[in-house]
């Protein structure tokens, strides 16, 4: 899980404004997704993504945006139209089907998004 | 779509004793159950996991049940130790599904008194 960063570890912003957190894996794997999690929550998929150029919904999807141009690379948008986005995000990724492991997903440490 | 229920919230126990956190899923296709502890501002991370061709799997101190009839699954700590202080979350997700997603219960806060 060393693999797998996240940037930055604290952000700041303003209400309105766009802000993209960083999610990076030099592990191969093919499978990425985006967490938030609150406090005494348990962890709610955002997006998640199999393969390059490919991404689907997860059960919170409104008010956030994926892209997938790279296979190391999974960044989070949260819009200004997510209405509550203080929170802390959680990106993780597994290994592609039929290798050791491949349904363990490994997280990167974290991103702790506050809005003003 | 599937549901992990996760009991209890929070959990406090003495240090030495057992404790034992339970989840149920709702999807009887779920095939596959991990387990993850997140420590106070770190990353949450695998303990054990356990397929469903399996009933039970120990690692040292960590053993985890599965009851497939039931469609609930359980964490056993032994000989609880301070470092042990988390939170605990389970997971079931379909080994084989497309989309090899987990579904996440919603934690256990484990504190281990000294």
């Known amino acids: 899980d060393g693999g797998i960063t996240q940037s930055p570890k604290y952000l700041f912003r303003k209400e309105g404004q766009n802000v993209t957190l960083s999610c990076e894996q030099n592990l191969n794997h093919d499978a990425m997704y985006w967490y938030r999690q609150d406090p005494g929550q348990g962890l709610r998929l955002i997006y998640y993504?199999?393969?390059?150029?490919?991404?689907q919904k997860g059960d919170i999807a409104e008010g956030y945006s994926v892209s997938r141009e790279k296979k190391e690379s999974f960044p989070l948008t949260v819009t200004s139209a997510q209405k509550n986005p203080t929170a802390f995000y959680l990106c993780?990724?597994?290994?592609?089907?039929?290798?050791?492991?491949?349904?363990?997903?490994?997280f990167g440490p974290g991103t702790r998004l506050t809005v003003l | 779509g599937e549901n992990v229920e996760q009991h209890p919230s929070t959990l406090s126990v003495q240090e030495g004793d057992s404790a034992v956190i339970k989840c149920t899923y709702s999807?009887?296709?779920?095939?596959?159950f991990p387990w993850y502890k997140q420590e106070l501002g770190k990353r949450p991370q695998l303990i054990i996991d356990?397929?469903?061709?399996?009933g039970e799997k120990k690692d040292q101190r960590i053993a985890v049940t599965l009851n497939k009839t039931a469609k609930h699954f359980s964490l056993h700590i032994t000989e609880t130790q301070p470092e042990d202080s988390a939170v605990y979350f389970c997971?079931?997700?379909?080994?084989?599904?497309?989309?090899?997603?987990?579904?996440f219960g919603s934690g256990t806060r484990l504190l281990v008194r000294p």
């Open positions: 993780a990724s597994s290994p592609p089907p039929g290798t050791t492991g491949f349904n363990e997903q490994f």
């Open positions: 993504s199999q393969i390059v150029n490919d991404f």
């Open positions: 356990i397929r469903s061709n399996v």
């Open positions: 997971a079931a997700s379909i080994i084989g599904d497309s989309s090899y997603k987990l579904i």
């Open positions: 999807d009887s296709a779920s095939n596959y």
